[in-house]
């Protein structure tokens, strides 16, 4: 069982549609950080969130922390093929876990 | 431009053999580490390392073990691999940040026959 589970695994979607992706937790968090990996090249940090309730924005992408800081989801507006991705959540601290990642694809 | 450089994207090697996989970062960064990628399965932390000379065990240390001789290389090295470990290995980079914002290689996909 993973510290960080992250659902759905898959998400096929048409081009203009919207899409979140959610990680959660049992365990709290002192922050959390999302990435985006993309074919053939390693995971890039998209944003971290450190306030419970946080939320932050960018372009197209929204982001939240929980309440609780133990749970975070990724929501794409109108997604675009340049979305395409691995999303990785991942958990701030000495063991820096990572979530199975969610794969986006978004078709044109 | 941040970077950090794996020496190979593809290597092939035997069962048995001893497997060296090279990292290099240029940013001058104090910690780096070694994840293996498999699908489902997210990254898992195999080794880091938050100074020269030194290392740190993560959740999958088995089969493995590192080297950081200058503060810019990590290696990690297979003793003997085997068909188990055929995956796609990230290196990565962080200064010593409580946000431990981490700088990822392309990654090197290793096949063991």
């Known amino acids: 069982t993973q510290l960080l589970e992250q659902s759905p695994q898959f998400l096929s979607i048409q081009e203009g549609e919207n899409l979140t992706v959610y990680c959660n937790s049992s365990?709290?968090?002192?922050?959390l950080q999302w990435y985006r990996q993309e074919p053939g090249e390693g995971p890039v940090l998209l944003v971290t969130?450190?306030?419970?309730?946080e939320v932050k924005k960018l372009k197209r992408l929204t982001f939240q922390f929980g309440d609780a800081r133990k749970d975070s989801s990724l929501h794409i507006t109108a997604a675009q093929p340049g979305d395409t991705g691995l999303y990785l959540c991942?958990?701030?601290?000495?063991?820096?876990?990572f979530g199975g990642g969610t794969r986006v694809l978004v078709k044109p | 431009d941040v970077k950090v450089t794996q020496s190979s994207r593809y290597l092939v090697k035997r069962t048995g053999e001893k497997v060296f996989l090279e990292c290099v970062q240029d940013?001058?960064?104090?910690?780096m580490f070694w994840y293996r990628q498999d699908p489902g399965l997210g990254l898992r932390l195999i080794y880091f390392?938050?100074?020269?000379?030194?290392?740190e065990k993560g959740d999958i240390p088995e089969g493995y073990s590192v080297s950081r001789e200058k503060k810019e290389r990590f290696s990690l090295i297979l003793e003997s691999a085997s068909t188990n470990q055929t995956s796609m290995y990230l290196c990565?980079?962080?200064?010593?940040?409580?946000?431990?914002?981490?700088?990822f290689g392309a990654g090197t996909r290793l096949s063991v026959l």
């Open positions: 990565a980079s962080s200064l010593g940040t409580a946000k431990n914002i981490q700088y």
């Open positions: 365990s709290v968090f002192s922050s």
């Open positions: 969130v450190v306030t419970g309730g």
């Open positions: 991942k958990a701030a601290g000495n063991k820096l876990t």
């Open positions: 940013m001058d960064h104090e910690n």
């Open positions: 390392s938050y100074d020269v000379k030194m290392k």
